[in-house]
């Protein structure tokens, strides 16, 4: 009786073994024949190692803190600037009436960015051609809420809904070289440059390999976003999504990374806490109801 049993559990275990096999040996063939962008993933998941970047946690005493009302942050000093470049966008944070964002032409094209992006971008355009020689476009930039809605509707499984795309913000690009778009753009010396430099101009790749369970987006080698510095750089080297950064500064806590405090807060009788003495402070509201502030040390 014993043995009857299991030789029938065995004759159920051997089909579904061979499924199992199969479908791995079906997907290997796939990504190695047509996935140069899986590939490229994979090989730098496992074989690029980044040295990570450590969060120091900084202690303030109460007089080295200044309590600044939000809405005087701006007009108060020109050593503040009011920017959304660590608004988090996503199917679960979604672009609200609060979000203000200041539009401009990128060089004489119709293209609108963020303001707050084009010097930046300006040099990141510029490393990459320096050192690939090759001219990255620009595909895709800000985009209406009217347009997201209609390519939606034109490509629901490729564009998101209305209010949870980063396109909506100017934050974010679609780049491109002659004849390489999309997933082939990381086939090119431009892609890959721009997947491991970009954070050096504060861009992150947005939608990095394998992070889809958490940004709710698969692999996009040629969007990038804009969230600053030193944030690109954190989020690189630490190999992080933007919600994985966001989530990992505990609230009001005051961390020290290469020359930067940043500090992640929820304003409190419409007050933000911001240490004395830091230069070209920049704060961000990260759309989950926090700000985060950025300043550099003297
Ligand atoms: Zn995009």
Redesign the pocket.
Known sequence: MKTQEKTSRFRLRKPIIFLIITAFIGLTLYTINFRNDWMFGLMDTLFHEREGVLLEVLEYHSQDIESIPLDELSSLSTNVKTTNSLSLINRKHRIDDDLDFNLVNFRDTSLLVDENIIDDLENLLHDVKQNTDEKVYIA?TYRSAEDQERIHKENPRIAVPVNTSE?QTGL?L?LYVSKKAQREFIDTDAGKWIHHNSWKHGFIIRYPFLKRYITGIGY?PW?IRYVGKPHAEIIYKNRWTLEEYIYSLEEDVYYAVNGYVISRQCPRNGELDIPKGLEDIEISPDNTGFYIITGKME
Request: glycine share 0%; proline share 0%.
């Open positions: 895709s396109h974010a679609d996009e969007h």
